[in-house]
């Protein structure tokens, strides 16, 4: 089965989203199911996870009943108040009923404070995340976040977490040394994964190629391993720098100058993620 493990809807005439302004150009419009669709076909890709793109209920309620029409979106990554214990509980009593709903997260990335993530209260959020069972995406934007990660592994070692984006690595920049460090450490705890994810924009240019994506690749394959790496198009932000089929076939260009192939090819195309989310064979 292959997965794309992160991708996104937005429609911003029925939910609100307060980074979705003007701005994103080319994206700042509704984005849905019959867009994406063709082109996962084209790809071969044949179940993605639905990913929050709102700190919001409505933003999650809009995506569970998008998954529920359509048997390609394989799960919903939604959202839920980490800070708020008791409303967070009654909101996974009421998502946790639906077959579609496969985790959390939260853009850490659009708090004004950059401890967000480590602050107790939210650490003890994921707690509540870890005791049912749900993985979390982590946004750690390097340099901001990533140090965050080893901390958030220690304190809740039974919750899978995963890295989206491998923490936006400085390709434009090309100084990949703190960034490398940053990762190793995050990789040595087992229950933390990565997202090959949302590497086009990170190269901040239009003419990015396979080429620029070797090494922020490879070294993510060093030291995760192939087990816990997946693939991800982040579309439609992904559009900021290309299209679906350029990510896709980009992606698979640098696997294969990598020379993964066999049963890690297939672990990052679709076998890490289906494990990790748990995912279900078949829709029906």
Same mark, same amino acid.
């Given at each position: 089965?292959?997965?794309?493990?992160?991708?996104?809807?937005?429609?911003?005439?029925?939910?609100?989203?307060?980074?979705?302004?003007?701005?994103?150009?080319?994206?700042?419009?509704?984005?849905?199911?019959?867009?994406?669709?063709?082109?996962?076909?084209?790809?071969?890709?044949?179940?993605?996870?639905?990913?929050?793109?709102?700190?919001?209920?409505?933003?999650?309620?809009?995506?569970?009943?998008?998954?529920?029409?359509?048997?390609?979106?394989?799960?919903?990554?939604?959202?839920?108040?980490?800070?708020?214990?008791?409303?967070?509980?009654?909101?996974?009593?009421?998502?946790?009923?639906?077959?579609?709903?496969?985790?959390?997260?939260?853009?850490?990335?659009?708090?004004?404070?950059?401890?967000?993530?480590?602050?107790?209260?939210?650490?003890?959020?994921?707690?509540?995340?870890?005791?049912?069972?749900?993985?979390?995406?982590?946004?750690?934007?390097?340099?901001?976040?990533?140090?965050?990660?080893?901390?958030?592994?220690?304190?809740?070692?039974?919750?899978?977490?995963?890295?989206?984006?491998?923490?936006?690595?400085? $390709?434009? *920049? !090309?100084? &990949?040394?703190?960034?490398?460090?940053?990762? =190793?450490? /995050?990789?040595?705890?087992?229950? @933390?994964?990565?997202?090959?994810?949302?590497?086009?924009?990170?190269?901040?240019?239009?003419?990015?190629?396979?080429?620029?994506?070797?090494?922020?690749?490879?070294?993510?394959?060093?030291?995760?391993?192939?087990?816990?790496?997946?693939?991800?198009?982040?579309?439609?932000?992904? $559009?900021? *720098? !290309?299209? &679906?089929?350029?990510?896709?076939?980009?992606? =698979?260009? /640098?696997?294969?100058?990598?020379? @993964?192939?066999?049963?890690?090819?297939?672990?990052?195309?679709?076998?890490?993620?289906?494990?990790?989310?748990?995912?279900?064979?078949?829709?029906?």
């Amino acid at each position: 089965m292959i997965v794309d493990s992160h991708q996104h809807f937005w429609d911003p005439e029925q939910v609100y989203y307060p980074w979705l302004v003007p701005a994103y150009g080319p994206i700042y419009r509704a984005c849905g199911p019959a867009e994406l669709e063709p082109q996962l076909a084209a790809a071969g890709v044949e179940r993605t996870l639905l990913v929050q793109a709102a700190c919001n209920f409505e933003d999650t309620e809009a995506m569970l009943a998008q998954a529920a029409e359509h048997e390609w979106i394989g799960g919903v990554v939604g959202w839920v108040p980490l800070y708020a214990h008791r409303l967070a509980e009654r909101a996974l009593d009421r998502y946790m009923a639906d077959r579609w709903f496969k985790g959390v997260r939260h853009l850490t990335h659009e708090e004004a404070d950059p401890d967000w993530l480590v602050r107790p209260e939210v650490i003890d959020g994921l707690r509540i995340l870890e005791e049912r069972d749900l993985p979390y995406d982590v946004i750690a934007v390097w340099p901001e976040h990533l140090r965050h990660v080893p901390v958030l592994a220690q304190a809740c070692p039974d919750l899978r977490m995963v890295i989206d984006h491998l923490a936006k690595p400085p $390709i434009a *920049a !090309g100084e &990949y040394g703190g960034w490398k460090d940053a990762m =190793k450490v /995050a990789a040595e705890f087992p229950n @933390v994964y990565a997202k090959i994810s949302g590497l086009n924009t990170a190269a901040e240019w239009e003419t990015w190629t396979a080429a620029d994506l070797v090494e922020p690749i490879g070294y993510a394959l060093e030291v995760f391993g192939a087990q816990r790496l997946m693939f991800g198009s982040d579309w439609p932000v992904a $559009i900021l *720098a !290309g299209d &679906y089929a350029k990510v896709w076939g980009e992606t =698979k260009k /640098a696997l294969d100058e990598l020379g @993964v192939q066999g049963v890690e090819r297939a672990a990052i195309l679709g076998d890490t993620a289906a494990d990790f989310y748990r995912l279900e064979a078949s829709a029906t």
